[in-house]
C-alpha cells in the first residue's frame, strides 16, 4: 500500500518536471570524479543520486539538491559489501563467501542490520549489496563477494541480507535500500574473465541464475544492479527481455534498475554496439535502465536523443517515475538524511555480531587428531605472513581498497581487530603457553624487487616448538575486480616453506585466509589439520585460535568447492551426469574439498528418513561425538528421468539442529512441489511425474549421505 501512494506522489511530481529535470534525476555521479566542484555542479543540475560521497561532503551536497526548483533530495549510495567497510571506523564483517561458511540466514541478517545502522548513521541511503552472482569459476576475480557456488543457498542468505538492510520500513532511519547485483550470470564468464561473455542458454539462465533474483524481489528488494558482460551477443544493460519482461513482468519487480558502472559508456568503447553516447543512452534506457551509474555523457546523449526524436519521452518518464516513487516511499522529502544511531561505529553490539559470525563462519575441513589443542603442548610457532596481515583478513571493500586502491599498504589499520597471530598469541599467554611468530615469505612477492623472505627462520621457529599453525593465502592484489586469476595454486614460495616446515617432523594446522577457494596441494593433504577462514573481517583471529585450541566447536560448512588443480574447473556439486570416465585421467574425480563439506569436534549420525504424501521430510539426527555441537541438515534431491539433463543432486533444503553429546533429534522440514521442478526445454518451469531421490546428510558427497525414493 505504502508502495502506490508513492507512486502516486511520484506521478504528480513527474508531471510537473522539465525533460532536463527528469533525465538529470537518472543520473548518478561519483564524488571520485570531479571531486568537489564537480559534484555541486551536478547537484544543482538535478542529479539524482551520488556514490562514495560520505558525511559532511554528502550533506552539502543534499543541501544544494533541496535548493533546486522542485527540490528533490538526492540518494547516497555506498559499496557497503560486508560491513560499512570505506568507513574506518566501521564493523567489518566476514566477506559474503565466509559469511555463507555458517549456512546461517540470521547471521547474513544481522550483518545487513549492522551494516544498515552504520551507513544510516552516515548519513547515507542505499548500499551495492548483495552479490547474488554464482562462485562456480574460482578464477574469477569476485569469488569473495558471492555466497558461493549453489543457487538455493544464495537465494536463502540473499534474502536475509536484504530484510536485514532494508528492515519493515524503507523510510525507518536505521534501515537502508538493498541493491541485488549483478543482474545476469555475471559470475559464469567465459574463462572466469570478469564482464566478459556469458555462453549460457536462457533456460540455463533460469535454471541456475535467475532463482536468487526471485528470492531477492520476493523478499522486497528496492533496487536491482545490471551486470556487467553480455548474453548471446547482447550486453545486460541493453537487453530489455531479461531487464524488462522478465525482471518486470515475470518476477514483478517494482523498484529500480541501476547500470553497473560506466555500463552505458562502454556499450560504446568497450562492446561496440553503440556508435556513440546518443545512441548507447537510447539503447540502456530503453532496455530497463532506470538509473545510470557515473556515465554522466548520458545526460546530453539522452537529451540528444529526445531532441531529435529518437526516443519518446515515455522511457525516461517510466524511469524517473522509478526513481521518485523509492524516494517517497523512504520519506526523503521529509527527512532527506538518515540519521542511524548516533556513536554507533565501534559499539559493542556491533562487534559482537561480527565476532559472532566469524566463530559460526570457522571451517575445519580435515583433522587427523591434532586439534583441539591441548594441555600438553607448551610451544606453538605461528607462521606465515597472512597469519597477521589484516589486510589479507579483511579482503576486498575496506578502506584499504576503495574508492581508491592502496596497492603499497601505506593506510593504517584501525583497531579493534585481531589477526590469527594475536588471536593465538592472546590464548596462550593465558594458559601459560609459548608462542613464536615467524612471516618466513610473501604471499606474493613483488616483481623486480628482492623478497623479503627467510624460510630458515620460520624453520628455527617451528622446530623447538610442539606444533606449528601455518597461515597461507591470497593477497588483496590476487582477487577483486580486474584481478582474475589463471592459476590457482599458492603464490610464492609458500609451498615450499610448507615442505621445510614438514620436515621438522612437527604437527602442522594449515588454516587458509584467503579470498576464495585455492589449490592447496599438500599445504592441505599433508597437513594434520586444515581450517578454512576466507576473508573474516576484524575478529577472524579469535575465531580461528578459539576453535584451533577447542574453546569454540567448529560449525561452518563449505559454501563452494575447492578444486585440486586450476584445470579441474569446474568443479561445484551439482553437475550434469554424463561425462565420459567421469573424471580427468591425471586427477582423482572428488574435488579437493567439497560443497557442504565441514566438521567439528562433534560427529553426527543419520537415520529414518522419510518423506510424507504431503512433503514433509524428517530424519533423524544423533550427536555421536563427545562434545555438544551445531549439525547443519543438508537436504538435496534428483530427479531420476527427466526431460531434460538435471544435475546429479541438487540442494532444496537446509536446518541447523544443536545436539548435546549422545542427543538425537527428529528434524522435520516442509518440502514444496516447487523443490522438485525444472525448467523444460520451452523455459517453462514445471514439476514433471515420476521418480525421485532424496538426500539428506552432513555435506554434498555421496558418503555423507543417506537417501529413499520418493513418487510425484
Known amino acids: ?28 555521479v561519483t564524488y571520485t570524479d570531479g571531486g568537489r566542484e564537480g559534484a555541486l555542479k551536478w547537484a544543482k543540475l538535478g542529479a539524482g543520486s551520488f556514490l562514495h560521497v560520505l558525511g559532511d561532503d554528502a550533506r552539502e551536497l543534499q543541501q544544494e539538491a533541496m535548493k533546486t526548483r522542485l527540490g528533490i533530495p538526492v540518494i547516497f549510495g555506498i ?27 540470521e547471521v547474513a541478517r544481522k550483518m545487513g542490520e549492522v551494516t544498515a545502522r552504520e551507513v544510516a548513521t552516515d548519513g547515507l541511503h542505499w548500499t551495492f549489496s548483495p552479490v547474488l552472482c554464482i562462485g562456480r569459476d574460482t578464477r574469477w576475480g569476485r569469488v569473495n563477494e558471492t555466497f558461493g557456488e ?69 523478499a522486497g528488494c528496492a533496487t536491482i544492479m545490471t551486470a556487467y558482460g553480455f548474453l548471446d551477443g547482447t550486453p545486460l544493460t541493453a537487453n530489455r527481455r531479461i531487464l524488462h519482461d522478465v525482471l518486470r513482468d515475470e518476477l514483478d519487480f517494482d523498484g529500480f534498475v541501476i547500470t553497473d558502472w560506466d555500463n552505458t559508456r562502454s556499450l560504446v568503447w568497450l562492446q561496440h554496439i553503440a556508435s556513440d553516447m546518443s545512441e548507447a543512452s537510447i539503447m540502456a534506457a530503453s532496455a530497463g535502465n532506470d538509473m545510470i551509474m ?105 578502506y584499504f581498497t576503495h574508492p581508491v586502491p592502496d596497492p603499497e599498504n601505506t593506510r593504517p589499520a584501525i583497531r ?14 593465558q594458559s601459560g603457553i609459548e ?36 597461515a597461507v593465502g591470497d593477497v588483496i592484489p590476487q582477487f577483486g575486480e580486474f584481478s582474475d586469476r589463471a592459476d590457482l595454486n599458492l603464490s610464492g614460495r609458500q609451498f615450499e616453506l610448507f615442505n621445510k616446515l614438514k620436515e621438522t617432523g612437527k604437527p602442522i594446522c594449515t588454516v587458509l585466509i584467503s579470498s576464495k577457494p585455492l589449490c592447496m596441494g599438500d599445504t592441505a593433504e599433508k597437513a594434520d589439520a586444515v581450517i578454512c577462514g576466507f576473508n573474516g ?18 560449525s561452518g560448512r563449505l559454501p563452494i568447492s575447492f578444486p585440486r588443480h586450476t584445470g579441474q574447473i569446474p568443479v561445484y556439486y551439482n553437475q550434469m551426469p554424463g561425462w565420459h570416465g567421469g573424471k580427468y585421467n591425471d586427477l ?49 534431491q534428483n530427479d531420476s528421468v527427466s526431460s531434460v539433463l538435471t544435475p546429479v543432486k541438487r540442494l532444496i533444503a537446509f536446518t541447523q539442529v544443536a545436539l548435546a553429546s549422545g542427543e538425537s533429534k527428529v528434524v522435520e522440514i516442509q518440502l514444496s512441489n516447487d523443490d522438485f521442478a525444472l525448467i523444460n526445454s520451452k523455459c517453462e518451469k514445471v514439476v514433471e511425474p515420476g521418480e525421485f531421490t532424496v538426500f539428506a546428510g552432513h555435506s554434498s558427497k555421496d558418503e555423507d549421505l543417506i537417501s529413499i525414493k520418493i513418487n510425484l
Open 1 to 28: 500500500m505504502k508502495r502506490e501512494l508513492a507512486k502516486e506522489k511520484a506521478r504528480e511530481l513527474l508531471s510537473k518536471m522539465t525533460t532536463e529535470e527528469k533525465v538529470a534525476q537518472m543520473i548518478q
Open 79 to 105: 559499496d557497503a559489501i560486508h560491513g560499512h567497510g570505506l568507513n574506518n571506523k566501521a564493523t567489518i564483517f566476514p566477506s559474503q563467501l565466509a559469511c555463507a561458511c555458517s549456512w546461517n540466514p
Open 150 to 218: 549453489d543457487p538455493y543457498l544464495i537465494g536463502e542468505l540473499g534474502a536475509a541480507i536484504i530484510k536485514g538492510y532494508q528492515g519493515e520500513d524503507l523510510s525507518d532511519d536505521e534501515h537502508i535500500l538493498a541493491c541485488a547485483k549483478h543482474y545476469l550470470g555475471y559470475g559464469e564468464a567465459t574463462g572466469g574473465r570478469d564482464a566478459y561473455d556469458t555462453e549460457v542458454t536462457e533456460r540455463k539462465v533460469r535454471e541456475v541464475f535467475l532463482p536468487p533474483f526471485k528470492k531477492a524481489v520476493d
Open 294 to 398: 557515473t556515465t554522466k555523457e548520458f545526460y546530453q546523449g539522452m537529451l540528444d536523443a529526445l531532441r531529435d526524436g529518437k526516443v519518446d519521452i515515455s522511457v525516461v518518464d517510466e524511469a524517473v517515475l522509478h526513481i521518485l516513487t523509492i524516494k517517497y516511499e523512504m520519506e526523503l522529502f521529509e527527512k532527506p538524511e538518515k540519521k542511524g544511531e548516533p556513536g554507533c561505529f565501534g559499539k559493542q553490539e556491533h562487534l559482537d555480531a561480527s565476532l559472532d559470525a566469524a566463530r559460526k563462519s570457522v571451517t575445519l575441513l580435515r583433522n587427523n587428531g591434532m586439534l583441539p589443542l591441548g594441555g600438553n603442548v607448551k610451544k606453538v610457532a605461528v607462521i606465515g605472513e597472512n597469519a597477521d596481515n589484516v589486510r589479507a583478513q579483511y579482503g576486498d571493500w575496506t
Open 416 to 429: 579493534p581487530y585481531v589477526t590469527l597471530w594475536e588471536g593465538v598469541k592472546e590464548i596462550c599467554d
Open 435 to 470: 608462542a613464536v611468530y615467524a612471516k618466513g615469505c610473501k604471499v606474493r612477492p613483488i616483481e623486480g624487487q628482492n623478497e623479503d623472505a627467510d624460510l630458515e627462520e620460520a624453520v628455527r621457529a617451528a622446530s623447538d616448538a610442539d606444533v606449528i599453525i601455518y
Open 537 to 554: 573481517g576484524m575478529f577472524a583471529g579469535t575465531a580461528l585460535a578459539e576453535a584451533i585450541f577447542g574453546k569454540l566447536n567448529p
Open 588 to 636: 582423482p574425480i572428488e574435488p579437493l574439498f567439497a560443497f557442504g563439506e565441514g566438521m567439528g569436534y562433534s560427529a553426527f549420525a543419520y537415520e529414518d528418513l522419510a518423506v510424507d504424501a504431503n512433503l514433509k521430510l524428517t530424519v533423524t539426527v544423533k550427536n555421536t561425538g563427545d562434545q555438544d555441537g551445531v549439525e547443519t541438515v543438508q537436504i538435496y
